[in-house]
Each structure stands twice: as C-alpha cells, then as structure tokens.
C-alpha cells in the first residue's frame, strides 16, 4: 500500500503523528461485505492475481476498486454490520 493510499484510508492515534510510525485507525466508510461458504478464489481486477479464503471468511468490497478478504474471528473484531 503506498503512504498516499494508506493515509486517505487511516487516521493517526494521538500520540502518533500522521506521517510517523504508531496507531491508526481505518476511517468509517460503508463497505459491501460476504460471509463466504466454503474455501473460494477470487481474481482480481488485475487478471492475474488472486485471492484465496475459508470457510466463514469474509469477502470485502472497499467500493474503490479494491477487495479484501477478513477471517471471520477479525471481521467480528473489526467491522459493524448495518441493514
């Protein structure tokens, strides 16, 4: 991830300067986000590279062009569903 990319999506945790190594927090943005059933593959938009996961996993859709994959005991953790 390039330190332009990085910094549009995470906030700096006080004492950490934004820029310097330390905390930071994922800004909230909405997200698609699928529990997958079973192992799966996804490709990327790329063609080439591609994504693997388990059972449970969760497949994420950033919505700019990026996806993701979160196991299921991080996506608890991590990430608040809405209707």
């Given at each position: 991830?390039?330190?332009?990319?990085?910094?549009?999506?995470?906030?700096?945790?006080?004492?950490?300067?934004?820029?310097?190594?330390?905390i930071y927090r994922s800004r909230p943005r909405s997200l698609q986000a699928l529990k997958m059933a079973g192992r799966f593959c996804v490709r990327l938009p790329d063609g080439v590279s591609k994504l693997t996961g388990s059972n449970g996993d969760w497949l994420i859709d950033y919505g700019d062009g990026s996806l993701g994959i979160v196991a299921a005991r991080v996506f608890v953790d991590s990430y608040e569903i809405r209707a």
């Open positions: 991830v390039t330190r332009d990319r990085f910094l549009k999506k995470y906030d700096a945790v006080a004492p950490t300067v934004c820029g310097q190594d330390g």
